[in-house]
């Protein structure tokens, strides 16, 4: 059985997400831009819902992931809050002016959310080298990494990712995300042997910037 995270970006999306079978949630803001820090207020009601794992999206700025010092400040005050609300782990990417993997700010991150788990995300994708992204991404501590593999979306991407999991997996968990859809993702399972995955679960004819999933949007992947 694949495992399905589902990022949402208001609380209906989460209901309909949790509805639909969902098997963890990535609570974000701001779809136009690929996820902000979701507020304080947002996450506590998604939590109130009750019985599905959590998992918060910190990043400050929508141009790059290459964050000042007053960036990282915050980030790291939000995850201490966070943590109060008990939430289940964070979502987090920080690069370099050079396109590697910021570590030094990331063994930061992992140390102010343990020892709750933090994924790194589609930053990996602008790494200019995957594979040293890969081995520093497990050197400072991240459980998974979501990725493309370098490209657009996941499906186009499905080769890079299978090699990546073939080299790296025994050390962390990689995500597939990005266009997961009903109609590829038993040819993404076939192909890269992931365990879990991770779409918004949006209509491909979707025109609005703040997405509301649908029951059987999630049930369609979770079968498809």
């Known amino acids: 059985m694949r495992f399905l995270e589902i990022a949402v970006f208001n609380y209906e999306s989460a209901v309909a997400a949790k509805k639909g079978g969902a098997d963890r ?130 499906y186009e991407g499905r080769f890079a990712i299978r090699d990546l999991i073939k080299r790296y997996g025994k050390d962390i968990i990689f995500m597939p995300g990005g266009g997961i859809r009903k109609k590829n993702i038993s040819e993404m399972i076939d192909i890269t042997n992931a365990q879990e995955f991770h779409t918004s679960a949006l209509r491909e004819n979707q025109s609005t910037t703040i997405p509301n999933i649908e029951f059987e949007d999630v049930i369609d992947i979770k079968n498809g």
């Open 25 to 154: 949630l990535e609570v974000c803001q701001n779809y136009t831009v690929g996820g902000f820090t979701p507020s304080f207020e947002f996450v506590q009601n998604v939590k109130n819902m009750g019985g599905i794992d959590v998992f918060i999206m910190i990043r400050q700025k929508a141009d790059n992931f290459v964050y000042s010092g007053k960036n990282m400040d915050k980030m790291l005050r939000d995850i201490d809050v966070f943590k109060g609300m008990d939430v289940n782990g964070f979502v987090f990417g920080g690069l370099d002016g050079s396109k590697n993997v910021h570590k030094e700010f990331s063994k930061q991150i992992i140390e102010a959310a343990n020892p709750l788990p933090v994924t790194f995300h589609r930053a990996f994708d602008l790494c200019k080298d995957l594979n040293r992204a890969a081995e520093d991404v497990i050197e400072c501590g991240f459980k998974r990494i979501l990725t493309s593999g370098g490209k657009s979306n996941a």
